[in-house]
């Protein structure tokens, strides 16, 4: 007998359908799995068999041949335990079900026949709404995260009996979406699901002393979403202001929630949420991670650190600490704000849509240049600012350095601007570089293609002479003058100001002055 069920295979962040199709004849006693299947899909053979005969089946003493559709797909993943047991039953006339062919079944299976969790469910459902599918048998454990999708029925199992149960008696389970939907893409869910970096009152610029020049580069930074260099002394405050800015964030849009919940989910890091992700993620990897850990990769290819920051900030601390070919990497999705990769398995492309904030001591023993502090050698500077390539710093938008705090600002705390202020500003600069941009490919200044610098970025007469003075000054590189020039942009839109003015060049080049300076002295 034949039998056909639907499921599917996370390929990166999306799913794709797959077809279990099971056939049973006569012929020698054999059970084959055929269809591009990793080591991990073929050992569900023996997962199977255990759990079916644990629920008091047992195989059939036929030629048993299952095939995964599409072949030329690779399979990955623990997913195809459950839709491969129900197949098997339904080729041997265990289940009838004329609406079967109308589900998608996905989940793993244990030897005693409980049913896992699976990573990506939120994807697959999503694929499946889209490929017309109403009704979705998934793990008990997921089915808060396949309910977010509205205008599904969702069945929840625990156990291979209770698929069966279901599928055999029409039983109706406690579905995972009856309270839910409401809640479902993009709409606002309780604070409850917000992390403690964005909650706790303690990472609040009203706690920042000092550090006026640093405060305001930040609010420059996340106005046009530009990427930004702290460079200071150890003490200074660098880590505190980075971990402030998600309070400064604005909300996601329903679309950037749905992406970053896709993202979370196939990597597993979705959790027990009672909504989408509906804040900006702020992720903060150590020094000592991998090349893959960062951008996405592995024998079964995941999206990295980047991709877990898209639409929010990648933080890295230390960042001369970090392997030098590690950081090199960035370079690529810093400009394309996205991520290639290719493997033997196919080629992949993850969202790194991020705005990155990065903090460094200005030498190893990071005093420099207070030279009654500092006593490394020039050899040992020279070594250290080669831990960073140009090109790489072409890339940060603003390098800002990150004085002392002094003793008198120490007793000021708590007095100054709250980051519910600076975030009332930054969403009004967010709704009118969207306002200005709605019919281009971009949102935000940062992102301003060479081609429209002269549309967007005009300078006039004076102001063109001025920088061309300062390119030639300052040795200035085209990329360098770019991101001036939109860093200029977003801060003539704080002033109000439909022109470009001096001033505003003037502080954009301020933003480079202690860049050049380091970097070439």
């Known amino acids: 007998m034949y039998s056909c069920i639907n499921t599917a295979v996370l390929y990166g962040i999306e799913a794709l359908m797959v077809s279990v199709e099971t056939d049973i004849s006569d012929g020698m006693p054999v059970f084959d799995m055929v269809g591009s299947l990793s080591s991990e899909v073929r050992e569900s053979r023996e997962r199977v068999r255990t759990a079916l005969k644990g629920a008091g089946y047992s195989l059939p003493v036929k030629r048993i041949t299952v095939n995964f559709a599409p072949g030329n797909v690779r399979k990955t993943g623990t997913g195809f335990d459950l839709p491969m047991a129900i197949s098997i039953l339904a080729a041997m006339g265990v289940i009838e079900n004329d609406d079967i062919n109308q ?15 699976v990573n990506g469910i939120l994807s697959m459902i999503i694929t499946a709404k889209e490929r017309g599918i109403k009704v979705c048998i998934v793990p008990a454990v997921n089915a808060k995260e396949a ?15 209770q698929a069966i149960t279901f599928l055999t008696k029409a039983q109706e389970l406690e579905t995972g979406n009856d309270n839910l939907n409401d809640k479902a893409y993009g709409d606002d869910v309780s604070d409850e699901v917000r992390e403690d970096i964005i909650s706790d009152d303690k990472y609040d610029f009203a706690n920042i002393n000092g550090q006026k020049m640093l405060r305001r580069a930040c609010e420059v930074a996340i106005s046009g979403m530009h990427n930004i260099l702290m460079v200071g002394p150890p003490g200074a405050g660098k880590t505190m202001i980075a971990k402030c800015i998600p309070s400064i964030l604005p909300d996601m849009t329903p679309e950037e929630q749905i992406q970053i919940s896709k993202i979370y989910s196939a990597c597993g890091l ?6 989408l992700i509906n804040h ?7 020094h000592t991670i991998t090349p893959n850990g960062l951008v996405g990769g592995g024998s079964v290819v995941r999206p990295g650190e980047i991709s877990l920051a898209n639409g929010g900030v990648l933080f890295l601390d230390e960042l001369t600490e970090f392997n030098k070919d590690t950081l090199e990497i960035l370079r690529q999705p810093l400009e394309d704000k996205k991520v290639c990769i290719s493997r033997v398995s196919g080629n992949f492309t993850f969202p790194a849509d991020f705005t990155l904030v990065a903090a460094m001591n200005p030498c190893k023993c990071g005093y420099y240049p207070d030279l009654n502090r500092c006593h490394c050698s020039d050899r040992s500077l020279k070594n250290y600012r080669n831990k960073l390539s140009q090109p790489l710093l072409d890339r940060i938008d603003l390098c800002v350095q990150a004085e002392t705090v002094g003793f008198m600002d120490l007793k000021n705390i708590g007095m100054s601007e709250s980051s519910a202020s600076i975030r009332q500003r930054v969403v009004e600069m967010h709704n009118l570089q969207k306002d200005r941009y709605k019919l281009e490919a971009f949102n935000f200044n940062s992102q301003i293609p060479v081609g429209m610098l002269e549309k967007y970025c005009a300078l006039k007469g004076a102001e063109e002479k001025f920088m061309e003075k300062m390119y030639d000054k300052m040795k200035l590189t085209a990329r360098t003058y770019h991101r001036i020039l939109r860093v200029a942009r977003t801060i003539a839109d704080m002033d109000g100001s439909e022109d470009i003015q001096i001033k505003h060049l003037q502080e954009a080049l301020c933003y480079r002055a202690m860049d050049q300076n380091f970097w070439n002295d």
């Open 270 to 275: 979705f959790g027990e949420r009672e909504g």
């Open 147 to 161: 309910g977010l999708v509205p205008d599904m029925k969702i069945i929840p199992v625990q156990n291979l009996n």
């Open 280 to 286: 900006r993620p702020f992720r903060s990897p150590h």
């Open 103 to 117: 589900m998608i079944i996905v989940g793993e299976l244990s030897l005693n026949g409980e049913v896992n969790g």
